[in-house]
C-alpha cells in the first residue's frame, strides 16, 4: 500500500509506537530537504517502512526505514534541481551506523544506557562540576545544521539550564566574517540583500572566494541564465575550480590577498569616473577617508601583493564599471581569513561606490554554508547574541528577552567567546565541561591537536549526534539523534527564507529529537519550567515573540503560513507582511539609513612565507562531501566518488620537490601534520596547494591549520597557513 503524504504526516506526529505500527511495512511517499547546504533543495522520497528484531536492546524500539526513491521538488531556491548530495543523503539517515541508543563510557568502553540513566549522569556531572567550579566552568557548543528551534532553545538552555556565558557555535568559522561586515555596514545581517530570482538581471557579478559550482551547485543556472542575458562573471580563486571554468575572467589571486584586490578594482573605478557620486552622497558615510586611502595605495603594490597583472585589473575595472546592474558574492575564500571582516567589506565598498544595491540585478551576498547557517546565527547561540539577533550585551535587548523568558535581566549571563577560544579555555582546563549538539570540532577547528588534546583531557564531554563521530568517540556520553528525515522544524536558507522541514519518517530506534534531549536535560536539572514544550512548533511560537522587534524579526512567520506559502522572507513583523526578497531599496538598516564605506587596514601580521615553509596551504571542500564527512563517509553513493583526502598541487612544484603524482606525502606547517595523497593540477598557483577539509585522523587538513583569529569577529586565519611538503 502507498500512502498519500497527508496521511503520514498526521501519523508521524502519533505517538511512536502507534506510529510505528500504522507505519509496518508501508511505502509512502513525503517531502523533505536536503540537510546539506544553505540552498535547502526539497526532495521528495519514496519511503519503505519495516521493523526489525532488534536482539541487541530490547527496550529499543526497532524500526527501520529505506528510501527507494529521491526526487527533487519544485520550490523557489533550486526550482526543482538536487544534486549529488541531496540524492544520496538519505543514505546516512538509513545507514546501519546510525547510533540508536544513548551510550555511556564505562571503563574507558562507549557501553548502551537508558534515556534515563544518560540524562541523569550528564546532569549530575555538570552540577557538579558547576558547584566546584563556578557555572561558567560548562561550555555548550551547537551547530549550523539544527534547526532554528532547536538553535534558539540551545542558547536558553546555555543561559537558563545551565546559567553559563560560555556558549558558541560552528558557524563561527563559516559566517561569522561576513556576518558581521553586514551587521557593521549595512545594520543588518542578511546573506543576500537580493532574491535569488535577481541573479539573471545583472550584467555584472563578482564571484570572490566562493565554488558555487561545488558547493551550491543546484544553484547554477541563475548564473548561465545571467550569462545567457550577456552577464559577464569574474571568479576570483587561487585555482581555476569548476565555477572559474564557467567565468569570463578568473583572477588567481594569491591566498590571502583579497581586500588588495578589491581596493585595486575601486582605485581603478574611481581613476576612470566611474563611481555613483549621487549615491554615495545620499546613502553612505566615510567616504572621505576612503578615498584618502586610495590615493594613498598604488597599483603597482596592488598587482606586486595580489599576484594581478595590472591588465587583467583594468580589465576586471572595465566589465565591472561599465555594467548597469552589478553583484558581488563571497564566500569562506575571501572570509577564512584573520582578515576576512575587512576583506568582505572592502568588497561591499566596491558596491556602494557604483550604487549596484538595493536594485533589481545588483546586490552583496554572503553565500551562506549549512543548512541553516543562516537561522543559526540569529536566535541566540552565539557567544554574544540573543534571539531575533539582538545583543546579549545591551540593557533593552537583555530586558526584553527576560521579559519573554520570565527572569530577571541580571540573571542572563554575559557574554562568552568564541568556539576556538572555548577550545583553549578547555585545553588550559578553565572549561571543564563541553555539551556538544550537530559539531565535530576535533575535525573542523583549527590547529586540531590542541583541540583534541583538550577535549581527550576534559573531565566531562557530552555530545549529541547521529554518529560516533571524531568528537563523539572521545565522549563520556553519546546522545543519539534524529536526522533530518525524521525532524520537524524550520530552517532559513541562504536568502534569508524561513522554510519548514516536516518528518517524514520515524527515528530509528530510540533516537530523539535535539529539542526533546534540551527539553529534559533541563528538567533534571530542576530547570524544566522553562523548556516545557511539546512539539518544535510550539518552541517556534516563542522564538517569533523572541524575535519581535529585532533585527531578524520572524514573528509574522507562522507553521500554518510557512505550509501554505513554502518559504517567507524575515524581516517579517506580522502576519499580515510580505517579507521582502530585495532588501535597503530606500534606506540601509543603520538609524540614519546610511551604509558606511570601510577604509580600515588589517592589523593583523600575515602569515609569510619563508624557506622553512614555502608554499601557502589553502583548503575548502568537494562536491561529493560535506564538511567534517561525518554524514557523507557514511554515505556509499558519495564516499565512492572521494575515497581519500588530497592535495592539489601543480606539477611544476611537485617536481621542484621530487614528487610524484599519486604519491602519498606530507604537509607540515609550524603548527603540525597532515599526510594526503598527492594530485596534480595545472590550474593551481604554483605557490598554492589545496586540500579538501573533510576528512579526520592523520588525513587532516586542521592538524595544519592555525589558531589566529580575526580580532573583529574571531574567524580562524583557515585559508592560509605558511607550509612545506615532502613523501611521507
Ligand atoms: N560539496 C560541499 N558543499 C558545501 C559544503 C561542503 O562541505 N561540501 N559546505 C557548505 C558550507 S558549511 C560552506 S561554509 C560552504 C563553503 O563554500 P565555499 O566558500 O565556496 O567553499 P570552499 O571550498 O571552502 O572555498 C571556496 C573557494 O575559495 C578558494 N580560496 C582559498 N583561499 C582563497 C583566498 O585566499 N582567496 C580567494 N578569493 N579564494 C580562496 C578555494 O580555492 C575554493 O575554491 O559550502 C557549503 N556547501
Ligand atoms: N580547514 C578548514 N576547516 C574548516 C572549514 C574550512 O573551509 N577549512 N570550514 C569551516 C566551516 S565553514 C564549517 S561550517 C565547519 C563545520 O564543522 P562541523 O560542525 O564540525 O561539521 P559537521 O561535519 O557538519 O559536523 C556536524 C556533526 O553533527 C552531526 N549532525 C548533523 N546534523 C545534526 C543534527 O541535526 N543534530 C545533531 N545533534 N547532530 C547533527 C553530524 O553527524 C556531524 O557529526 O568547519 C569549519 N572548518
Ligand atoms: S547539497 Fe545543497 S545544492 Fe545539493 S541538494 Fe543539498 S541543499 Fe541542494
Ligand atoms: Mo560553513
Known sequence: MVMKMEDTSSVLGLNRDTAAAVLEDTVYQATTQCPFCSVQCKAELTIET??????????AIPFRHNVTEVKGKDNKASEGRICVKGLNAHQHAVSKRRLTSPLIKKDGKLTDASWEEAIQFIADRLSTIQKESGRDAVGVYGGGSLTNETAYLLGKFARLGLGTKYIDYNGRFCMSAAASAGAKVFGMDRGLTFPLSDIEHAECIILAGTNIAECQPTLMPYFTRAQANGAQIIVIDPRRTSTAAMADLHLAVRPGMDMLLADGLLKLLKEQNMLDDHFIKDRTNGYEELEAYLSSITIEHITEQTGITEDKLRLASEMFGKAKTAMVLTARGVEQQTDGHLAVRHFINLLLATGNIGRKGCGY?????QGNGQGGREHGQKADQLPGY????????RSYIASVWGVKPEELPRKGVSAYEMMELVHTGEIKALFVM??????????ATLVEEGLEHIPFLAVADMFLSETARLADVVLPVSSYMENTGTLTNLEGRVLLREAA???????RHDWEILRELAHVLGRGHFFNFNSSEAIFNELRVASRGGIADYYGITYERLRKEEGIYWPCPSEEAEGAGRIFEEHFAHADGRAIFTAQQSEVLREGLSKEFPLMLTNGRVLSHYLTGVQTRLSPGLASRQIENFVEIHPDTARHYMIREHSWVKVTSRYGEFQVRCRFNEQIRKDTLFVPMHWGGVQNVNRATRGELDPFCKMPGFKTTAVRIELS
Open 50 to 59: 519495516r521493523r526489525t528484531q532488534d536482539e541487541t536492546n530490547k527496550t
Open 365 to 369: 551576498g554572503a553565500v551562506t554554508g
Open 390 to 397: 539582538r545583543s546579549i550585551e545591551d540593557d533593552q535587548d
Open 438 to 447: 550537530g559539531s565535530n570540532p576535533i575535525v573542523s577547528n583549527p590547529n
Open 505 to 511: 519518517a520515524m527515528p530509528p530506534g530510540e533516537c
